[in-house]
């Protein structure tokens, strides 16, 4: 059974950067589609940006494009979220979620549906 765990939310100033981590127990991540979710207080979770199995194809939301960079570290079982410049409004918790891919490759969409596994999440809050 897949379990996802995620570390690295602080509190930083406007301008600064975090590095997320979604680190995976239980079973490989390389059949598996990753992607980052974020949820602000009284707004919907909202899908900001995924990476295929093989970490070959990845995709953004416009709020973070340009400044978020996905990775996936398969020998570390681990998937990177690096944040740059963020801003006030990138304050949310943020979510990790696995769509299993088997051996297919394609890039996943940002629909919760299709995500199986979730971990609990980990708060940035971007603030002077």
């Known amino acids: 059974q897949l379990q996802l765990a995620e570390y690295g939310g602080d509190l930083v100033q406007p301008g600064g950067s975090l590095r997320l981590a979604c680190v995976a127990s239980?079973?490989?991540?390389?059949?598996?589609?990753i992607g980052w979710f974020r949820q602000a207080p009284g707004k919907e979770r909202e899908g900001i940006s995924c990476i295929s199995r093989s970490g070959g194809s990845a995709n953004y939301a416009d709020s973070v494009k340009g400044r978020f960079t996905i990775s996936k570290d398969h020998a570390k079982n681990t998937v990177y979220l690096q944040m740059n410049s963020l801003k006030p409004e990138d304050t949310a918790v943020y979510y990790c979620?696995?769509?299993?891919?088997?051996?297919?490759?394609?890039?996943?969409?940002?629909?919760?549906?299709?995500?199986?596994?979730w971990g609990r999440g980990t708060q940035v809050t971007v603030a002077g």
């Open positions: 239980g079973t490989t991540l390389e059949y598996y589609n």
């Open positions: 979620a696995a769509d299993y891919a088997g051996s297919y490759e394609y890039l996943p969409s940002f629909v919760r549906d299709e995500y199986d596994y």
